[in-house]
Structure formats: C-alpha cells, structure tokens
C-alpha cells in the first residue's frame, strides 16, 4: 500500500531555532517533493528529490533510499517560515501521487 | 514568465449542478496534474495529463474528468455535485517527460469550488 507519514503535525518553535521536519514512506519512489503552503493556500515547490541533498538558502532537504525517509531542514528560522510543508511522494509501482498530512509550522519571533 | 494560471478563482455551485474548472500552464510545459484540497482528507491527486493524455488517475469517482487541449491548457469538470466536492482544486504543470522522469511541479493559485 502506497503510504505517506509526516512528523510532526504542528511545530512551534523561536526565532533562530534548527528546524526539522521528518517524511516516511512505505515502498520504492521515483520521486519525492517538498512543497510549502502559506495561509491563502499558494502551494509552492521547495524540493524535488530523488537521492541525496538539496540546499536552497537556509533550506535543506535530504533522502534516505535505503531507509526510506527524507527530512526537511530550516536553518536559522524567522517567522516568515511559518507556513504549512507538506511531503509528496511519486511511487514507481503505479505512479501515483500520495501527500503527507503537512506539518503546521510557526516560528515566534 | 508567466506561472500557472487557474479560472474561475472562486466559484459557487448548488448540489447536482456540473462545473468545469480551467488551467493554463507554464508555458512549455506539457504536464498538467490536478489536486483537491480539503481540511478533512488534505491534499489529494485527481489526474495526470501529458501531451493530451491521461497519464495517471487517482481514486475520485466517474464524476471527476478531465482533459487536456493541444495547446497544453487543461480542463476538470465535475459532474452532479455534492456537498463533499467543496474543496480548493489546485493545477500544476512541469517539465515531465514522455519516459516518465518527474520535474519539478509548479503550482496555480487553485480554485475554491464551494457547494451548496
């Protein structure tokens, strides 16, 4: 079965804190995305993935093949990180898409 | 360059009505996928299209269509309408290619189709 699990569901933390967002999933993909959504509902695509590391600014995604698993990073948060990531998955058995239930994220300033 | 367009923005529908929803891709782009977005069940795929075909469905009933023009704009209607469908129904096109590698997805503001 094509499952997509991500922790934590909600994630406050301060202003400069190592932020970590953690995505699990059952059997073999062909890709893996990052996406970040703001309250209004604009989607926009952080990472694409299908091995190792991706850095973009303070942002850093990571994939674990063998395990299964990829973690979004945020290095020195701001409050303008708040916003809800959600990991989304491409699974090679049959091609279809799967999220994960997003992680509700906010930094205090 | 233009990003992903969606029409209408908002939209209000009565049960048993039909609607069709309009995306413009990126320009270039051939891939178009088509999401629902909802509080209870979050983000969840429609379909695919490449090149005017459907690539991929996802487990939404007959009432759920699509369909994709050569110029790459692509088109959802759904018929007979229920309260459940209201929901923000999201496009996104990409680079995808015809052997399947996946592209970076670049997502439209979405359309809030609310049913009454």
């Known amino acids: 079965k094509n499952e997509v699990e991500q922790s934590p569901q909600n994630l406050t933390a301060q202003e400069g804190e190592f932020i970590t967002i953690n995505c699990s999933y059952s059997?073999?993909?062909?890709?893996l995305h990052w996406l970040q959504q703001h309250p209004g509902g604009g989607i926009v695509s952080l990472f694409m993935?299908?091995?190792g590391k991706k850095k973009h600014g303070r942002l850093i995604a990571t994939i674990n093949i063998q395990e299964k698993h990829s973690s979004l990073h945020i290095t020195a948060s701001h409050p303008r990180d708040s916003a809800v990531y959600i990991c989304?998955?491409?699974?090679?058995?049959?091609?279809?898409?799967?999220f994960g239930k997003g992680t509700r994220l906010h930094i205090l300033p | 360059k233009a990003g992903v367009t969606q029409t209408p923005r908002y939209l209000i529908k009565t049960r048993g009505q039909q609607v069709t929803l309009s995306c413009s891709p990126i320009?270039?782009?051939?891939?178009v996928s088509w999401y629902q977005q909802t509080p209870g069940q979050g983000l969840q795929f429609l379909f695919e299209?490449?090149?005017?075909?459907?690539?991929n469905k996802g487990n939404f009933p007959g009432r759920f269509s699509g369909r994709q023009f050569s110029n790459s704009r692509s088109e959802m209607n759904v018929s007979t309408l229920e309260l459940g469908d209201s929901a923000l129904y999201l496009c996104?096109?990409?680079?995808?290619?015809?052997?399947?590698?996946?592209?970076?997805?670049?997502f439209g503001p979405g359309t809030r189709l609310t049913v009454t």
């Open positions: 996104a096109s990409s680079l995808r290619s015809t052997s399947g590698r996946s592209y970076e997805q670049y």
């Open positions: 059997v073999g993909i062909s890709a």
């Open positions: 993935l299908s091995s």
């Open positions: 989304a998955v491409r699974f090679d058995r049959d091609d279809k898409i799967i």
């Open positions: 320009s270039g782009h051939r891939s």
């Open positions: 299209y490449f090149s005017e075909t459907q690539r």
